[in-house]
């Protein structure tokens, strides 16, 4: 399983996503193939605002946040 990060754009009425070169080369994709994408969503961590109770700063919480999802 190859996981990666990437954001959104918007394409015609649709958004569509970039897989970086490297994983195309790494994983074999070719053009045409079909694959399976899970989505996992960030939270938006402004949501977040007063629920948690930390001296950590919001930078420092999402470096946190992403380390455990790898």
Request: net charge positive.
């Amino acid at each position: 399983m190859v996981r990666i990060e990437t954001i959104t754009r918007k394409w015609g009425n649709s958004l569509g996503i970039t897989i970086p070169k490297n994983i195309i080369e790494k994983s074999h994709l070719r053009e045409n193939q079909k694959i399976i994408v899970e989505i996992n969503l960030m939270p938006d961590i402004r949501s977040l605002r007063g629920i948690l109770k930390t001296k950590k700063s919001a930078q420092e919480f999402k470096d946190e946040m992403r380390k455990s999802w790898e």
